[in-house]
Nanobody, 115 residues
Framework: QVQLVESGGGLVQAGGSLRLSCAAS????????MGWYRQAPGKQRELVAT???????NYANSVEGRFTISRDNAKNTVYLQMNSLKSEDTAVYYC?????????WGQGTQVTVSS
């Protein structure tokens, strides 16, 4: 089993920055994909960014150039640096890990951007 714990969410003004962290524990394998998704009220969960263990990134168009995903494989932790935040970035942010055909989710952390 894999457990994921997110942290770093909060309230920030538009134009500000936040850094989210997600620590994974349990049976973590060296080859996997870690990522961030978000879900705003009344909307479906959507991709924010993913990062493979080999270093390949994928970003949603809406965050490209503002958000940066990174990971520390030694700590099994994935980060999401969010800059130039907008009110439309307000959502619950979830991290996940995909490995060996299984997908694990964290409990989510709230990010609120005030305009």
């Amino acid at each position: 089993q894999v457990q994921l714990v997110e942290s770093g969410g909060g309230l920030v003004q538009a134009g500000g920055s936040l850094r989210l962290s997600c620590a994974a524990s349990g049976r973590i394998f060296s080859i996997n994909v870690m990522g961030w998704y978000r879900q705003a009220p009344g909307k479906q969960r959507e991709l924010v960014a993913t990062l493979t263990s080999g270093g390949k990134t994928n970003y949603a168009n809406s965050v490209e150039g503002r958000f940066t995903i990174s990971r520390d494989n030694a700590k099994n932790t994935v980060y999401l640096q969010m800059n130039s935040l907008k009110s439309e970035d307000t959502a619950v942010y979830y991290c996940n890990v995909f490995q060996l055909g299984l997908l694990y989710w964290g409990q989510g952390t709230q990010v609120t951007v005030s305009s």
